[in-house]
DNA sequence: CGAAGCGTTGAGTATAATCAATTCTGGTGG
DNA sequence: CCACCAGAATTGATTATACTCAACGCTTCG
């Protein structure tokens, strides 16, 4: 028997990310294989969909990271979610006209192009797959929310701490770093406009957040020296997240 | 021909929103009134799911307004969405293992429970009408998004009246009020919550609202005594809610 | 070397929260 | 009919939080 987090697709996370559902045979797991053939690379800053294209197709990130955003006539955007190796891209632009939101890649990425009509075959062929994508839209779904309660509702430190928990706890489930450590390639900037606040006011939050000893966010990783103490300090849940398998 | 937004199936908001993505047929019409066969009354401020909840089952408003909300543990609170006849509550704690939001209602209601196994013989039965529903799941959710966006990067004069120009466009979608008239029976404190401020600093802002003739949210009642200058003013685009029918 | 991007710091200002009351409103019961 | 109450709306004064503007240090890269 497998380890498990251990990769049974080469590294196919969303593999990895939907068998924290339910697990999936062996003629699932080709078929979402099959979902993810047409490969394609993108380029640290490259615009993979934007606001307002009528172009249906979403995507399947496959390696590195990406947002995605809206901006406002002011020119300041607010970025809506980040998006790790397994998250799907665009996919609500599959029934609405157009894309409501754009993407953008944070690093170098490897996407899988997939279009409407693999998706239905995918509904008509593999339910049960399909439940799983479903359960990975409803996930994301909820991590949208949660994000709009802590900006609405969060101060500045407990936000920010609190965003920088949840993505350790996502990489984490896709097999990428230790709970209390993990590789986070974003700029202040990107972070800023994730939480709904300035770079320079990140800034000064991101320090005390050292001082305390709470989060160190630095040199591209970030490092909680006390998983615990910070969860009980953001009130961090993540049964939003769902993790662990279903009875 | 019937007019559009008049009713078909005796006032049914569902299937009047459903038309605005795609015609149904008297089949699917059918099949859409037997999912909402089970009938029930809710008195104004009833919890119909709680947060942590794990009983799988949403609802189908009908009549009335609700609220899906989370509480932190200082007490406070965000709501997350204002539900209108015709909304969905819950369903993705249909999938979810526990619901990771809260729903109450804001007025007397009359609501349809909708089982998992009910909406699966939608998805094998009538899959045009799924991808409607599917479709009204997506347009939810970019209202989500939109508003994180505004809690996020919009001040609080314009988050206001955008939001408010949001509740009359969706209104104006399922046969309720003219596009710059409605009638909202909301508190000012449901109202802070949902926009992320204080009750006092939002009674602050809607004087304001007010004295410059943007919008006047009085006696229960919404006004615009200009929709397009309101428009204008907090960048109010309603691309985003995808109404008209698709090509 | 200069330019660009990112991170950092300081000083002053604006925005929104908090604390404390007061008014207005629609019930309720005498 | 009125006195009373609870909830909602409103106002003022003060404090906290976050933004703006301005500048500087540090890399990286051409």
């Given at each position: 028997m497998r380890r498990k987090h251990?990769?049974?697709?080469?590294?196919d996370a969303l593999a990895i990310k939907l068998q924290a559902f339910q697990p999936l045979g062996e003629d699932e797991k080709a078929r979402l294989e099959d979902l993810q053939r047409h490969r394609m690379q993108f380029a640290a800053g490259s615009e993979v969909v934007y606001q307002g294209q009528t172009n249906r197709g979403a995507y399947i990130l496959r390696k590195g990271w990406a947002c995605s955003y809206k901006r406002l006539r002011d020119g300041s955007r607010q970025i809506i979610d980040i998006h790790l190796p397994g998250d799907f891209l665009g996919v609500r632009s599959l029934l609405l006209r157009t894309s409501d939101q754009s993407f953008i890649t944070l690093t170098d990425v490897e996407v899988s192009k997939v279009t409407v009509e693999a998706m239905w075959d995918v509904f008509r062929a593999a339910p049960k797959l399909a439940v799983s994508l479903l359960w990975a839209a409803s996930r994301d779904e909820a991590m949208v929310v949660e994000h709009l309660v802590s900006v609405g509702r969060r101060g500045a430190l407990e936000r920010t701490a609190h965003f920088l928990l949840e993505l350790g706890a996502r990489l984490h489930l896709i097999g990428c770093g230790t709970g209390d450590n993990y590789p986070c390639p974003i700029s202040q900037a990107v972070l800023a406009d994730a939480l709904g606040m300035t770079t320079i006011h990140l800034n000064r939050v991101l320090r005390q957040l050292r001082e305390i000893k709470l989060v160190v966010f630095r040199e591209g990783t970030v490092t909680f020296p006390d998983v615990h103490r910070a969860a009980e300090f953001t009130g961090f849940?993540?049964?939003?997240?769902?993790h662990g398998t279903r009875p």
């Open positions: 251990q990769m049974d697709h080469d590294e849940d993540l049964r939003y997240l769902d």
